[in-house]
T-cell receptor
Framework: DVKVTQSSRYLVKRTGEKVFLECVQD?????MFWYRQDPGLGLRLIYF???????EKGDIPEGYSVSREKKERFSLILESASTNQTSMYLC????????????FGQGTRLTVV | EDQVTQSPEALRLQEGESSSLNCSYT??????LFWYRQDPGKGPEFLFT???AGEEKEKERLKATLTKKESFLHITAPKPEDSATYLC??????????????FGAGTRLFVKA
């Protein structure tokens, strides 16, 4: 079975801190994604990567950056955390470009105070 | 504009009371329609992929169907353990636009014993 592992289930950070969210997948998938999920808004794509060192902005990239130095690892960085970045963050990986399902991690609940 | 709308927002059923969840979508060049189950505080878990109108897939008490404009997730004789949020997502288009998946806001299902 595909396994996508996020480094933390819960995080509490202070406003202005730099925050790193880590995600590792074990199925050699080319494509990896970061979403945030908020009540009533569904999942919104922050960034995605289709290869090592490649990244593309999603729908809401402002205030975030990403890093993919190895195929199995995709990191989301909050450069200077703000309270409006309090959310559930979900990492996902997928085997090919189109028509295949994504596999999600367990999520990281981030609270910025 | 590509869009996914799920209804109802919430559905309360008695154990054994069959019903359907709706996912209406607008997308150019459907590449795939996906159903996921999400339990509270966890990441979405993949259920089904449908590719073309008329296609149906089943898993235990769940059956997913697809037309050109919508998909239904039929739940037959639900049990309390079927309580969860069910997410619908579509992938379509071409180029990098076909790379992204659009999620609906989900239907929260409650099944009472």
């Amino acid at each position: 079975d595909v396994k996508v592992t996020q480094s933390s289930r819960y995080l509490v950070k202070r406003t202005g801190e730099k925050v790193f969210l880590e995600c590792v997948q074990d199925m050699d998938h080319e494509n990896m994604f970061w979403y945030r999920q908020d009540p009533g808004l569904g999942l919104r794509l922050i960034y995605f990567s289709y290869d090592v060192k490649m990244k593309e902005k999603g729908d809401i990239p402002e205030g975030y950056s990403v890093s993919r130095e190895k195929k199995e690892r995709f990191s989301l960085i909050l450069e200077s955390a703000s309270t409006n970045q309090t959310s559930m963050y979900l990492c996902a990986s997928r085997e090919t470009w189109r028509g295949t399902e994504a596999f999600f991690g367990q999520g990281t609940r981030l609270t910025v105070v | 504009e590509d869009q996914v709308t799920q209804s109802p927002e919430a559905l309360r059923l008695q154990e054994g009371e069959s019903s359907s969840l709706n996912c209406s979508y607008t997308v150019s060049g459907l590449r795939g329609l996906f159903w996921y189950r999400q339990d509270p505080g966890k990441g979405p878990e993949f259920l089904f992929t449908l590719y073309s109108a008329g296609e149906e897939k089943e898993k235990e008490r769940l059956k997913a169907t697809l037309t050109k404009k919508e998909s239904f997730l039929h739940i037959t004789a639900p049990k309390p353990e079927d309580s969860a949020t069910y997410l619908c997502a579509v992938q379509g288009g071409s180029g990098t636009g076909g790379f992204k998946t659009i999620f609906g806001a989900g239907t929260r299902l409650f099944v009472k014993a």
